[in-house]
């Protein structure tokens, strides 16, 4: 088993920052990818950004390249979302999640993680 904790959310105004910070604990070498995904009110899931763990491979939404910046501290087993720049469409609970993804298969893809976060609530203000 993998233990996902996100912290980091909050209210914001838009084009503030906020870092988003997704804890790791338990089996984590089985892990080899980690995401972020955002769910609107009313919306499905989405991907923000993954990163594989094998070879630093990042992957982004077209709606948030330029703006967010998804890394990982090996050390700490934890991962990150840098976000700037942001706006009230950011506006959603965010989630983390960890898996171990074949190589072939699309790390942005919800059906490839196993461990799920709590989510975390980040709200944009116009």
């Known amino acids: 088993q993998v233990q996902l904790v996100e912290s980091g959310g909050g209210l914001v105004q838009a084009g503030d920052s906020l870092r988003l910070s997704c804890a790791a604990s338990?089996?984590?070498?089985?892990?080899?990818?980690m995401a972020w995904f955002r769910q609107a009110p009313g919306k499905e899931r989405e991907c923000v950004a993954a990163?594989?763990?094998?070879?630093?491979?990042?992957y982004y939404q077209d709606s948030v390249k330029g703006r967010f910046t998804i890394s990982r501290d090996n050390n700490k087993n934890t991962m990150y979302l840098q976000m700037n720049n942001l706006k009230p469409e950011d506006t959603a609970v965010y989630y983390c999640?960890?898996?171990?993804?074949?190589?072939?298969?699309?790390?942005?893809?919800?059906?490839?993680?196993?461990?799920w976060g709590q989510g975390t609530q980040v709200t944009v203000s116009s």
């Open positions: 999640a960890a898996g171990n993804i074949a190589y072939t298969n699309d790390p942005r893809r919800e059906s490839n993680y196993a461990y």
């Open positions: 338990g089996r984590t070498f089985s892990m080899n990818a």
């Open positions: 990163i594989r763990w094998t070879n630093s491979n990042t």
